[in-house]
């Protein structure tokens, strides 16, 4: 057999696939679009589709199996998931590159979350108290995210330089409670330690007037 007889032998479905791409006839139309041009796909004799146009229609298909019947839809994918797992994490990287503000936005938000679920866990851990990350997270809001002793900006994305205070310090018999519990820049943590907070704010006055003075202060310690 020839070229010329590959290029005249009538067009079937499987003869569609072993023809060599620059040899498929050009007389075959995309059904949907009228395209002319890398139709691959017949889905009945002479109904041709381009591989856009497919896609696009099993995309539709999806969609309306997953309006119709969410949950066994959803089951359907998680299932397909779990049987490819590199396809999955193939698409998964092809989303993300095509929806970067998207994915700064989920990154963004995870980041925030999972800070306050490592507070709560961290705070179990230490005084076996657990107080929801939730209820972390709606003082961190009533506190409109600001040290609540130097009233300085903490940051949630990283838990750098954020802790925790215990109102009344623990060794005082300060319970960990919500209403005892407050978010404060690491610093001014480590400089209160176990101090009241009007012991705190002499122990600061007392810093600022002895600096002020040049390092000469009339306060005595008694
Ligand atoms: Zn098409």
């Given at each position: 057999?020839?070229?010329l007889?590959?290029?005249?032998?009538?067009?079937?479905?499987m003869?569609?696939?072993?023809?060599?791409?620059?040899?498929?006839?050009?007389?075959?139309?995309?059904?949907?679009?009228?395209n002319?041009k890398?139709?691959?796909?017949?889905?009945?004799p002479?109904?041709y589709?381009?591989?856009?146009?497919?896609r696009?229609?099993?995309?539709?298909w999806?969609?309306?199996?997953?309006?119709?019947?969410?949950?066994?839809?959803?089951?359907r994918?998680?299932?397909w998931?779990?049987?490819?797992?590199?396809?999955?994490?193939?698409?998964?990287?092809?989303?993300?590159?095509?929806?970067?503000?998207?994915?700064?936005?989920?990154?963004?938000?995870?980041?925030?979350?999972r800070?306050?679920?490592y507070?709560?866990?961290?705070?179990?851990q230490?005084?076996?108290?657990?107080?929801?990350?939730?209820?972390?997270?709606?003082?961190?809001k009533?506190?409109?995210?600001?040290?609540?002793l130097?009233?300085?900006?903490?940051?949630?994305?990283?838990?750098?330089?954020?802790?925790?205070?215990?109102?009344?310090?623990?060794?005082?018999?300060?319970?960990t409670?919500?209403?005892?519990l407050?978010?404060v820049?690491?610093?001014?943590?480590?400089?209160?330690?176990?101090?009241?907070?009007?012991?705190?704010?002499?122990?600061?006055?007392?810093?600022?007037?002895?600096?002020?003075?040049?390092?000469?202060?009339?306060v005595?310690?008694?």
């Amino acid at each position: 057999m020839n070229v010329l007889m590959t290029l005249i032998r009538p067009p079937n479905r499987m003869g569609i696939f072993d023809m060599p791409s620059k040899l498929l006839p050009t007389d075959r139309i995309c059904i949907r679009c009228k395209n002319a041009k890398a139709v691959v796909y017949a889905s009945q004799p002479h109904w041709y589709w381009c591989i856009d146009c497919r896609r696009e229609r099993n995309r539709d298909w999806a969609r309306k199996a997953s309006a119709t019947n969410p949950d066994r839809e959803r089951e359907r994918k998680r299932t397909w998931d779990r049987n490819n797992p590199e396809k999955k994490r193939m698409s998964v990287r092809r989303w993300r590159k095509a929806n970067p503000g998207k994915m700064a936005e989920f990154t963004r938000k995870y980041r925030k979350r999972r800070f306050f679920m490592y507070a709560s866990n961290t705070l179990k851990q230490l005084t076996g108290v657990r107080i929801p990350a939730l209820a972390l997270w709606g003082l961190w809001k009533k506190q409109r995210g600001r040290c609540a002793l130097t009233g300085r900006t903490l940051d949630a994305r990283t838990n750098y330089n954020v802790s925790l205070d215990h109102g009344i310090s623990q060794c005082k018999g300060g319970l960990t409670e919500l209403g005892n519990l407050r978010w404060v820049c690491l610093e001014a943590n480590f400089a209160k330690h176990k101090l009241s907070d009007e012991q705190f704010v002499t122990l600061c006055s007392d810093v600022v007037n002895h600096m002020n003075n040049g390092g000469k202060s009339n306060v005595r310690y008694t």
